[in-house]
């Protein structure tokens, strides 16, 4: 099987722009997590998708979001960019989304000019 | 809340030498543990989890309630366990969140 793909690789944007990051998980697995990784913070939940269905939420303000399609593809967006918001930005799927085994993607990175 | 140590962000060792990586949690309930290792130029990826009781390419961890521990352990380390290692727990109840720790590198000299 593929493992989990992550689109684009890399991003650089600047202050203020939005942004959009794809994740395609393993074929037939339905959770879907977010991470975001950075040197200070380390690697921290941003939200998890299960069937179409934000079922967690991390501590991250409101211009972070995301959804998943009924492909189990998710996307997240993050609007009005800040310098701080430069980092990695990890995808993770898993088959049923109970305790299972994450997969991760190889990341995201984005650069905030 | 959940809170997940590793108190070692560097830690050397030689080649054949025992190696012991950290990690302390802090959770009212009862946790589900994992060990993610990421090696250069790789992406993240599961070692080991408490529950399976496996031994992942020699390396074993305890869960320690008690303690509220589950140390990472290779009685003989190689080269190539060089890698960035990071502790994580997921609360039980379905929920696929995870909490890691801050990570430690692991240097393997020859």
């Known amino acids: 099987k593929a493992g989990v793909t992550q689109t684009p690789r890399y991003l650089i944007k600047t202050r203020g722009q939005q942004v959009t990051l794809s994740c395609s998980p393993i074929?037939?697995?339905?959770?879907v997590s977010w991470y975001q990784q950075t040197p200070g913070q380390g690697l921290q939940f941003l939200f998890e998708y299960f069937s179409e269905t934000q079922r967690n939420k991390g501590n991250f303000p409101g211009r972070f979001s995301g959804r998943q399609f009924s492909n189990s593809r998710s996307e997240m967006n993050v609007s009005t960019l800040e310098l701080g918001d430069s980092a990695l930005y990890l995808c993770a799927s898993s088959p049923s989304g109970s305790g299972d085994t994450q997969y991760f993607g190889p990341g995201t990175r984005l650069t905030v000019l | 809340a959940q809170r997940v140590t590793q108190p070692e962000k560097l830690l050397s060792v030689f080649k054949g030498a025992p190696v012991e990586l950290k990690c302390n949690y802090s959770y009212s309930g009862s946790p589900e543990l994992f060990w993610y290792v990421q090696y250069s130029r790789q992406r993240l990826q599961l070692l080991l989890r408490h529950i399976s009781r496996e031994s992942i390419k020699g390396f074993t961890a305890d869960l320690n309630k008690g303690e509220t521990s589950f140390h990472l352990k290779k009685p003989f380390a190689q080269e190539e366990d060089s890698a960035m290692y990071y502790c994580a727990l997921s609360a039980q109840g379905g929920s696929e969140k995870l909490v890691f720790g801050k990570g430690t590198k692991l240097t393997v000299n020859p």
């Open positions: 074929s037939g697995h339905r959770s």
